[in-house]
């Protein structure tokens, strides 16, 4: 994610800024990505903070209107933990948007979503012709560790649902193309072999034993569609590790240079060469805090040759060039 220029005086602004360091009203612009001093705001702004600008006054800008279903605000909290969950939700669009998703040149369908609070029975989250469901409740802290550590999972946010769940409404766009269905079952497996009973057996048996060598995450292992799900999330993860890293002005040996632009490299293996070679040292630097790792996977050749596949299909672009 980039830092971003102040429009009305010195200073950065942040992706989650709503005013500048004076107190002067700022909203982000999604299609110019940059920020701007003046409205029409999103009319979500006063409610849960969201700080894009709107197409018209009184009018949701262009993330909060994918939203068709927001928490029952008579649960403790929900509120809250929605507005942390939307702000999850602009960064990962405004990530894809990178490569052209969800913009205006955009041809193809946007995700829906339901942003549900967990009630009596814990929210389910998936995706489903097109409808994300995500439940608002894993932001907060002590149910998400709670999730992660039953789950045995190294790593969960609601970032990182974001762009698992999303991945799933990518494949479900382009496995309206016959060459990508045709290649994606040649990488991936075929993702016909029934969801449910594949779900089941990995809850009851476990991944293989050797799903190292294959997968990026055990959950990976359950079926094409989550592998591929995992798959594309981890490309994102580490596309906006090193974004950010560039950004903000930090170096390391493998950079190409301080203008280099992750979301424009066309070569998979130097994008992933870079994004490790940060990850190993703030991975480094996070232990030295008695911190998780902040990219907790270890990147066999299987895998980097599916990270290579989705970079293929995400820099393609919404218009699937």
């Not at 994918?66 to 403790?76: G, K, Q, W």
């Not at 967990?118 to 439940?135: C, L, N, W």
């Not at 999330?233 to 190409?256: M, Q, R």
């Not at 902040?294 to 919404?318: C, N």
């Amino acid at each position: 994610m980039k830092n971003f220029t102040n429009p009305v005086g010195a200073g950065t602004l942040w992706f989650h800024n709503l005013t500048t360091a004076d107190g002067t009203p700022v909203a982000y612009d999604p299609q110019a990505r940059a920020f701007v001093p003046m409205p029409p705001f999103c009319a979500n702004r006063e409610r849960i903070g969201c700080n894009w600008i709107a197409p018209a006054e009184g009018a949701f800008c262009r993330s909060c209107a994918m939203t068709a279903l927001a928490p029952d605000p008579e649960i403790p909290n929900a509120i809250d933990h929605w507005a942390e969950t939307e702000m999850a939700k602009r960064w990962v669009i405004d990530n894809q948007g990178r490569w052209h998703w969800f913009r205006p040149e955009d041809p193809g369908t946007r995700p829906t979503f339901h942003m549900l609070a967990d009630g009596h029975t814990p929210t389910a989250m998936g995706h489903g012709d097109g409808v994300v469901t995500i439940s608002v409740s894993e932001a907060d802290p002590v149910v998400r560790v709670t999730r992660r550590t039953a789950l045995e999972e190294p790593y969960r946010t609601m970032i990182g649902h974001m762009r698992h769940e999303i991945a799933h409404m990518l494949w479900w766009r382009l496995s309206l193309r016959e060459d990508f269905l045709a290649a994606f079952r040649e990488m991936f497996g075929d993702e016909r072999t029934d969801y449910t009973a594949a779900l089941q057996k990995h809850y009851d048996q476990g991944p293989p034993a050797d799903w190292e060598l294959f997968y990026l995450t055990s959950y990976a292992s359950a079926h094409p569609h989550e592998d591929w799900a995992e798959t594309t999330a981890s490309l994102l993860h580490l596309t906006d590790i090193a974004d950010s890293f560039v950004t903000s002005g930090l170096a390391t040996p493998e950079l190409p240079g301080n203008q280099w632009d992750p979301y424009s490299e066309p070569d998979t293996a130097s994008l992933v060469y870079v994004a490790t070679g940060i990850v190993t040292r703030v991975n480094h630097i996070n232990r030295s805090m008695g911190l998780s790792d902040l990219y907790p996977y270890i990147l066999s050749e299987t895998a980097q040759r599916k990270l290579a596949f989705v970079h293929d299909w995400m820099r393609r672009g919404a218009q699937g060039r």
